[in-house]
Every structure is written in C-alpha cells, then in structure tokens.
C-alpha cells in the first residue's frame, strides 16, 4: 500500500520499534565546550535581571530571567560562566530566551547547587514547579495548579510516540523504579489518585510494579499519540473529563528528584545514523548537537539532513549548535542522497490522505482551504483542529505535499488572528 520511498535506507515501517532491536547501552556525553538552554519566555529588557553574562553557575543551579517571573527559568546542567543571554525564536515564532554557558572544566567534580535539597524533603506542587519544570521530559506541571482545571487522571506515556524512537521504552527497561516513586509523588502533591501507564504491548510486564494501572499500546503507528490512547484506551475517562498527560521519563525524573534531592539532568536520546543505525545517548540538557553526533561517530556533509525528534512528526534543524532540549526523543540524520523533497504539484484527489488519516479528516478537502489561505474555514468545515499531527497523510501523498506542515501552519495561523480578535475586544 505504501509505495512511495520516504526514509531511504533507513525506512520507517508503520509499526513501533522495539527496544530490543537498538543496542542497549546509551553513550553517556559531557558537554566540554558550552550549552544552550532555553527559557519560555520571551526576551525582554525591561524587568530586573535575575542573571547576566559572566555570573558562574553550578550543576542543578536554577536560573530565573527576571524578578516577578518565577515560571521564566531554566536549570544549568554544568558548572560554567553565562557567556550570552539573547533571544531566540522557536517553532512557530515562539519567542523564548537562549542562555549560553560556557563550560568550565578543571577536573574537579563541583558539588550541585543544594537549593532543591531543602525543598525536596517535603514534596509539595509549588516546589516542583519552582525547580522541575525543564526536567528530562519537560513534565507541564504548572496544569494541577491552575484554576478552574480539575485535573481527575493522569495519563503517563510509557510507550514512544513516534517511529524509531525508543527512547521511552528504555526508561521503562531501566527506570520502572524512578517511575513508580515518581507516580507516588504526584499523588501526593497533586491529589489525583487516578494514573494510568500506558506501554508497549512488549513491556507489559516490566511495567506491572508501577502501582498504576497499565494499559498496553497497539503496536500499529500512531496508537501511542495522546488523542489516539484516549479514543482507543481510555473512553471512560473522556466522560468523565480532565484527563492529563506526563511523559514517563518526566515522571521518572520526577522520582528520582525527590528520591535524591538532586534536580536530574541527562537527557536520553535515541539517535538514528544515515546508514539506519541506532544508538541511544544520554547527555545533559542543552548539549549541542554537534557533540553528539561526534559521540556517535556521524559527520554531516553538505545537503544533509537533521531532525529532532521522530521521522513522521520531527523538525529539521538548521545549526548543529542547537541544543539537546528536554523533550528531544530522537536525533535522525539523513543523507543528502535518499532525502525525499516535498514539492509543490497540485492535489490530484487521489484520495490517499483521507483513506489512511486516523481521525477522518477530510484532508483533501483542508488542503484546499489552506491553499487558498482560508484558515478560518478549513477551521470551520474540514476539521482542522481534530487533526492530530501523526504526519501519515504527508507520508502517503503521491503529490509530495508537505500536508503535516500546512497544517502546523494553518493552526498557529487560526490561534493568532483568535489572539488578536480577543486583544482587540
Ligand atoms: S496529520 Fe494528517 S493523517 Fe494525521 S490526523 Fe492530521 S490530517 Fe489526519
Ligand atoms: S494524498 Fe495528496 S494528492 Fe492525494 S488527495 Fe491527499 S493531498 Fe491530494
């Protein structure tokens, strides 16, 4: 059914990798030059700084941009001097801020930064999101402290997401410990006694002592996207409304913070070569790419292409400085020679996108209203917002249209001009 080469070499099938086909070690990293973290939160110089260039920082050293801002900081994974402090537009004109650290390495391990130690001994919501909010897994946990949101079950994703990647799954082989001290913290400091695992049908078993309830994912791409679990797993819960979800590696971070009253800092990261091989890395937030591509032994030659995260849902990359962030599941290299380029031919309403979307979207109809810059429309009468990013109507289409990213585009397009609507009211 699927004709059309889209990985070369290293050609994804539709159903989820397992753990066991990747060598099971992950290469362990050390930045030895700079990081780049990321705060979310835009650039601003009005405010009182709570940081500058040249301040040195420590491991687990938690850095706030300005005074009155407590959820615009990020945490250093090193011990180092700030170098920069600048903006940084992400996906989606995102606006955040880049912090450099400039590592500094004189042999002696230093001692991380004790402030999270004193929090750590009673765990409460407020001191989690104080200091772990930018974690391995980057867990949202300011949605327990907002009004008006009754959050009723916690869905944690056991299973990865995305093709490829197994990055998830090891965290289940070798974290199912961290996980469950982690789900019985955020019983606590949450109140929600209601938390579901979801795992690969393989890792069943591994997860049966995380004191949860544990349901298994179909192993047919995408069952483990977060919209496909609650239609296919957790309909009950969909009555019963607030229904959150954490990622496993956030909760196993989250384990291990108050287990050890350190802030946790290596990301794992699954890495995908040009000659289709895998390897798991671990290395600390904020190590730039280039460094673990050099750990994995991949060279990037002109016309290649860098990905961050999975091959149906990931983002290219356009500087090997950019920095490992704590949601990058996966890191894929393809060669400039099996790169399948989008093109710009006209829909042939062949009918191959609607046939394989998962949602039923009308996708050859929506491909009509954002060609015509109608995002309103395609809002209104061809269900954009039901579409749940799984990329599978791009990976099928015969006319090569980059459908996935139109629609990225049409629904920040749609949330924008609703922003500036409600601003102007
Ligand atoms: S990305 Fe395409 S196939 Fe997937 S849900 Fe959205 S419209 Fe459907
Ligand atoms: S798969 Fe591509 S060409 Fe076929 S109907 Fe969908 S958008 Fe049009």
């Given at each position: 059914m699927i004709k059309r080469p889209f990985f070369g070499i290293a050609k994804p099938k539709l159903t989820y990798d397992s753990i066991e086909d990747v060598r099971a070690e992950p290469v362990s990293v050390k930045p030895k030059q700079r990081v780049t973290l990321f705060i979310d939160v835009p650039f601003k110089r009005a405010g009182k700084a709570l940081i500058k260039t040249g301040d040195s920082v420590i491991p687990g050293q938690r850095l706030q941009l300005l005074e009155g801002e407590p959820a615009g900081y990020t945490v250093s994974p090193v011990a180092g001097k700030i170098s920069e402090i600048s903006p940084f537009i992400g996906m989606m004109e995102k606006q955040m801020t880049a912090v450099v650290i400039d590592v500094e390495q004189d042999g002696e391990e230093v001692a991380a930064d004790p402030a999270f130690k004193e929090v750590s001994d009673k765990p409460t919501l407020e001191g989690a999101i104080r200091f772990l909010s930018t974690i391995p897994g980057k867990p949202d946990l300011s949605q327990f402290a907002e009004s008006g949101k009754s959050v009723k079950t916690i869905v944690i994703l056991g299973a990865d997401r995305d093709l490829m990647t197994v990055t998830t799954q090891y965290v289940i082989k070798t974290g199912i410990a961290s996980v469950?001290?982690?789900?019985?913290?955020?019983?606590?400091?949450?109140?929600?006694?209601?938390?579901?695992?979801?795992?690969?049908?393989?890792?069943?078993?591994?997860?049966?002592?995380?004191?949860?309830?544990?349901?298994?994912?179909?192993?047919?791409?995408?069952?483990?996207?977060?919209?496909?679990?609650?239609?296919?797993?957790?309909?009950?819960q969909i009555e019963q409304g607030g229904v959150c979800f954490l990622s496993a590696e956030a909760v196993a971070a989250l384990g291990e913070a108050f287990n050890n009253g350190r802030i946790p800092l290596e990301k794992i990261i699954t890495t995908v070569k040009k000659d289709g091989t895998r390897q798991l890395v671990s290395a600390p937030v904020g190590t730039h790419i280039s460094e673990i591509l050099d750990a994995v032994g991949e060279k990037i030659e002109p016309g290649d292409r860098l990905i961050a995260g999975g091959p149906m849902t990931g983002a290219a990359l356009y500087s090997l400085e950019h920095p490992v962030e704590p949601d990058t599941d996966a890191l894929i290299v393809q060669g400039a020679d099996i790169i399948v380029e989008g093109k710009d031919s006209p829909c042939t309403n062949c009918g191959e996108c609607v046939r394989i979307c998962p949602v039923n979207v009308p996708v050859n109809e929506l491909i009509r209203y954002m060609d015509a810059g109608e995002y309103e429309l395609a809002a209104e009468r061809a269900a954009l917002f039901s579409c749940i990013e799984c990329g599978l109507c791009a990976y099928v289409c015969e006319s090569r249209i980059p459908i996935f990213q139109f629609i990225r585009l049409a629904k920040h397009a749609v949330k924008r001009m609703n922003a500036a609507e409600e601003a102007n009211a």
């Open positions: 469950k001290t982690g789900i019985d913290i955020l019983r606590k400091i949450t109140g929600v006694q209601n938390i579901v695992l979801t795992v690969a049908q393989s890792q069943v078993q591994a997860a049966g002592s995380a004191a949860a309830g544990v349901r298994s994912v179909a192993n047919r791409y995408p069952a483990a996207h977060p919209e496909m679990i609650l239609r296919n797993l957790l309909y009950e």
